[in-house]
């Protein structure tokens, strides 16, 4: 089994910033894709940011400029540094990956979500 958890959501102003975490851990042999998706109440989930192993990063063009993903594959961690936040970046924060097991083939996994919210 594999399991992802994240952490560093939280209550900022608008303006802030905040950095977001994620670990997997379980029977992983390679990760070969990490993301950030969000969403909002009443809202479809999107992406926010992914990375690939060889690190090619890829952003929502509402995030450019101010998100920066990034991942440590020692640690099997990717990483979300929120800057210049504003009030429509309100959502849950969910972190998804593509991990190989050991003898096995790859899956998606996702974790349970971090709620960020951001105030006028």
């Known amino acids: 089994q594999v399991q992802l958890v994240e952490s560093g959501g939280g209550l900022v102003q608008a303006g802030g910033s905040l950095r977001l975490s994620c670990a997997a851990s379980?029977?992983?042999?390679?990760?070969?894709?990490m993301a950030w998706y969000r969403q909002a109440p009443g809202k479809q989930r999107e992406l926010v940011a992914d990375v690939t192993s060889g690190g090619i990063t890829n952003y929502a063009d509402s995030v450019k400029g101010r998100f920066t993903i990034s991942s440590d594959n020692a640690k099997n961690t990717v990483y979300l540094q929120m800057d210049s936040l504003k009030p429509e970046d309100t959502a849950v924060y969910y972190c998804a990956a593509e991990v190989k097991a050991a003898w096995g083939t790859p899956a998606d996994y996702w974790g349970q979500g971090t709620q960020v919210t951001v105030s006028s």
């Open positions: 379980g029977n992983i042999f390679r990760i070969n894709h």
